[in-house]
């Protein structure tokens, strides 16, 4: 006997994961012994072109985004295929800066942001690898919160964008002549 594969031709309805159940799930996903049972894809697109969990439809979910993109206070990635228009939403840089120490428990982002910094000092005025700021120990998606917030404030240059997940997101980063200020202590850092 033959097994089928999932997404093959002629398989009929093609089967995905297993989805756990959750108190917001719909009843349909549970057998009655309460289990997780497989959802058909079929089902799994109407969830997805639906609602989400959350209970926000893509036009809603979208409005959301353009409006918070609007106030600054997130970053997009768009996405045409998408329902909703949008690949990714991330917090802004700065917003990042002003909040992260409130929400995430013993991290100290003005100490973080300094020893960012310290690379800099340390280099001197020639490009800096990102190597050199990986080597901190800071999560490296902090990090690249931080460099992006130094861009930003016009403190530092980062040339050209990498495209790798495992690492951070350029080549080499420079300081600007407000860098050099910053650094001097003829300027404030700004953290806000």
């Known amino acids: 006997m033959r097994r089928s594969r999932p997404n093959s ?67 997009t990635s768009t996405n045409l295929a998408h329902p909703t228009g949008y690949a990714r939403t991330t917090v802004s840089a700065e917003i990042f800066v002003q909040v992260a120490g409130q929400v995430l428990s013993g991290v100290n982002i003005g100490r973080e942001l300094a020893q960012v910094l310290t690379v800099f000092r340390r280099a001197g005025d020639g490009p800096i690898g990102a190597a050199d700021f990986e080597a901190l120990g800071i999560p490296l998606p902090r990090t690249q919160r931080f460099l992006g917030y130094l861009m930003m404030r016009d403190i530092i240059k980062l040339r050209p964008p990498a495209a790798s997940v495992d690492r951070l997101q350029f080549f080499y980063a420079t300081l600007t002549a407000r860098g050099r200020r910053v650094l001097r202590g003829d300027d404030p850092l700004p953290l806000t």
């Open 9 to 75: 031709p002629g398989t009929g309805r093609t089967r995905v994961r297993p989805h756990t159940s959750t108190p917001s799930s719909s009843s349909a996903s549970t057998g009655a012994s309460g289990g997780a049972q497989p959802l058909l894809l079929e089902e799994k697109a109407h969830q997805y072109h639906g609602t989400n969990r959350g209970g926000l439809t893509p036009d809603a979910y979208r409005q959301a985004v353009e409006e918070l993109k609007a106030l600054g206070l997130v970053e």
